[in-house]
T-cell receptor
Framework: GAGVSQSPSNKVTEKGKDVELRCDPISGHTALYWYRQSLGQGLEFLIYFQGNSAPDKSGLPSDRFSAERTGGSVSTLTIQRTQQEDSAVYLC?????????????FGPGTRLTVT | AQKVTQAQTEISVVEKEDVTLDCVYETRDTTYYLFWYKQPPSGELVFLIRRNSFDEQNEISGRYSWNFQKSTSSFNFTITASQVVDSAVYFCALSEAGRRALTFGSGTRLQVQP
């Protein structure tokens, strides 16, 4: 079946603008994660959604970052007033309902460049 | 707090050599999961293996094998008879039972020369 998809694949924005990044998880996967990968910080967790439970937002670096998941499927990560340090590849992952195993499958990522 | 250390930043081998990628982890939980992911030049993270903390059996999948040792908090990954297509960055990761987020190591870049 289809894997995790993300859009756009690349985004260039000016400092101070807001951006929205989209993730479509694997069908039937109830858990959805956002991570980012940057040269300086490596791979770091941002936020996690599981079904109707309150999301784990412990990895969000500032209040400029937010995410929502509508209908238990598609998720949008929003970065307000972007800064140059937000430049990174934003990765989305999902895992199945038998989630004790926590095998996360990743999308291709969105490369964000803030100029 | 959990931590994953991949001390090898970059490894270069010649095709058909065996290579071992090291991973050392720290966690206070008794129940946790360890993972290896491959990130080829195309960029997409590919899941390779998951191991839970109660299962110390080593695993072999084709040319890949994994050695999990709780006594040394290590989960090493060996590629036998390496091939050029194995060239990638390999990440080791940990998740604790109570927190599903993955904590990644810094990755090891493997270059397999023909």
């Amino acid at each position: 079946g289809a894997g995790v998809s993300q859009s756009p694949s690349n985004k260039v924005t000016e400092k101070g603008k807001d951006v929205e990044l989209r993730c479509d998880p694997i069908s039937g996967h109830t858990a959805l994660y956002w991570y980012r990968q940057s040269l300086g910080q490596g791979l770091e967790f941002l936020i996690y959604f599981q079904g109707n439970s309150a999301p784990d937002k412990s990895g969000l670096p500032s209040d400029r970052f937010s995410a929502e998941r509508t209908g238990g499927s598609v998720s949008t990560l929003t970065i307000q007033r972007t800064q140059q340090e937000d430049s990174a590849v934003y990765l989305c992952a999902s895992s199945s309902p038998t989630g004790a195993k926590n095998e996360q499958y990743f999308g291709p990522g969105t490369r964000l460049t803030v100029t | 707090a959990q931590k994953v250390t991949q001390a090898q930043t970059e490894i270069s081998v010649v095709e058909k050599e065996d290579v071992t990628l090291d991973c050392v982890y720290e966690t206070r939980d008794t129940t946790y999961y360890l993972f290896w992911y491959k990130q080829p030049p195309s960029g997409e993270l590919v899941f390779l293996i998951r191991r839970n903390s109660f299962d110390e059996q080593n695993e072999i999948s084709g040319r890949y094998s994994w050695n999990f040792q709780k006594s040394t908090s290590s989960f090493n990954f060996t590629i036998t008879a390496s091939q050029v297509v194995d060239s990638a960055v390999y990440f080791c990761a940990l998740s604790e039972a109570g927190r599903r987020a993955l904590t990644f190591g810094s990755g090891t870049r493997l270059q397999v020369q023909p």
